[in-house]
């Protein structure tokens, strides 16, 4: 099959998988983040941009830095 391996062809799978992943990984967390944080002051938006400009590691930082904080504080 177009001249791979058995091995190229997991490792390329593989990458496959993990990019979708982080794909839907980055989309919850946006989502989450439009919907769920509150709109005191600019921090839903600051958070957006982040999470737009900086991608995978926006939703991580995101991820562990506010959103914890957040389900804490309203309980979301």
Do not use: H
Request: proline share 3%; hydrophobic share 60%; charged share 15%.
């Amino acid at each position: 099959m177009f001249g791979l391996g058995s091995t190229e062809l997991v490792f390329i799978l593989t990458a496959v998988v993990i990019g979708v992943l982080c794909i839907i990984f980055w989309i919850w967390m946006l989502v989450d983040c439009a919907l769920n944080e509150p709109s005191e002051g600019n921090d839903k938006i600051v958070w957006i941009i982040i999470i737009v400009f900086a991608q995978l590691i926006g939703a991580i930082i995101y991820f562990f830095a506010r959103r914890p904080k957040r389900m804490a504080e309203l309980g979301k």
